[in-house]
Nanobody, 120 residues
Framework: VQLQASGGGLVPSGGSLRLSCAASGITLKDYSVGWFRRVPGKQSEGVGCISSKNDNMYYPDLVKGRFIISRVNSENTVYLQMSSLKPEDTAVYYC??????????????WGQGTLVTVSS
């Protein structure tokens, strides 16, 4: 199983970026997908997730209205569209996928990070 996160880069404050999480070895639509970010020296924080059931989405207040998650099943990819970016959004972004196999077992994978830098 491989998760390829990409799309990071340098963007000015107020700009937009779209991150991708492309999967191989699994069918992504069967998994809930979360995006997380980490700044060195700080705890990682979730910035959104999309469930495997009904594609319900959740965003924390700090990104609500600015970040949108979407799936393209034909591409086996989940996207994180980020807009109105702020310098405090600067972080390494990771995708995580999870599927519950049974009541006691979950299947969970992490992608490698992609760096997003927002200049002020």
């Amino acid at each position: 199983v491989q998760l390829q996160a990409s799309g990071g880069g340098l963007v000015p404050s107020g700009g937009s970026l779209r991150l991708s999480c492309a999967a191989s070895g699994i069918t992504l639509k069967d998994y809930s997908v979360g995006w997380f970010r980490r700044v060195p020296g700080k705890q990682s924080e979730g910035v959104g997730c999309i469930s495997s059931k009904n594609d319900n989405m959740y965003y924390p207040d700090l990104v609500k209205g600015r970040f949108i998650i979407s799936r393209v099943n034909s591409e086996n990819t989940v996207y994180l569209q980020m807009s109105s970016l702020k310098p405090e959004d600067t972080a390494v972004y990771y995708c995580n996928v999870e599927r519950r196999i049974n009541i006691a077992t979950r299947e969970n994978y992490w992608g490698q990070g992609t760096l997003v830098t927002v200049s002020s």
